[in-house]
């Protein structure tokens, strides 16, 4: 690893592939992860490649969402790395922070939280209302966007957002535009929200 490449932090790779997923890793999947660099029956490392990360996305889609549209696959990571990212000791702590901020406050500081999580992650916001803004990101951490979609969804949710839309745009291979709009809700009520009238704008597996 050399100081100019995109690094991404052992924490972010634990809350997915450690927390989220522990359950949903078969044999032949932790052997297809463990020859591309995650092997996840030792002690992680400090850091992995961008590549590196993205070779293990997309084999966690392949296997653990086996026969799902990519888009969709993609998605339901973000959600789960949110949700297992929140459960964290350090992602608790945070998340009764940011649930009393909301989430238009949340996602206004969003590019710390991803700074937290790699070397590399730039955000830059446009608000277009009280409950609705742009927000793009000079590199979205997978082959496909909508991998952060689900990610940004789950977070709005989860401070308090409802019937949240995640949509990408300007989807370069690298950056993209991400329109985000939500209602809000009480707090609470995130934590036990169910598919509704948005569910037809997420590509879920």
């Known amino acids: 690893m050399t ?3 995109k690094l991404v932090f052992t924490q972010t790779v634990e809350a997915l592939f450690v927390r989220a997923l522990e359950n949903r890793l078969t044999p032949a999947c932790r052997e297809h992860l463990r020859r591309a660099g995650l092997d996840l029956d030792q002690k992680l490392e400090r850091a992995y490649t961008l ?3 993205k070779e293990f996305l997309r084999i966690a889609a392949g296997h653990v969402y086996g026969g799902v549209p990519a888009e969709a696959a993609y998605y339901s990571l973000g959600e789960r790395f949110m949700d297992a990212y929140f459960g964290t000791f350090f992602g608790r702590a945070l998340l009764g922070v940011v649930r009393l901020a909301g ?7 969003s590019g710390m939280g991803f700074r937290a ?3 590399f992650s730039v955000v830059e916001i446009v608000e277009r209302g009280p409950t609705s ?3 793009r990101m000079n590199d979205v951490l997978a082959d496909l966007p909508t991998f952060a979609a689900g990610l940004l969804a789950r977070a709005v949710e989860l401070c308090g957002g ?3 839309v995640s949509i990408p745009e300007e989807f370069d291979g690298t950056a ?4 985000i709009r939500w209602s809000e809700t009480p707090a609470e009520a995130a934590l036990t929200a169910t598919d509704d009238d948005s569910g037809a704008s997420r590509p879920r597996a």
């Open 3 to 5: 100081s100019s490449e």
């Open 176 to 179: 993209a535009t991400f329109h």
């Open 51 to 53: 590549e590196q990360w």
């Open 162 to 164: 409802a019937r949240v």
């Open 117 to 119: 999580g790699n070397n």
């Open 133 to 135: 803004l742009e927000l």
């Open 103 to 109: 989430p238009r406050r949340m996602l206004l500081r």
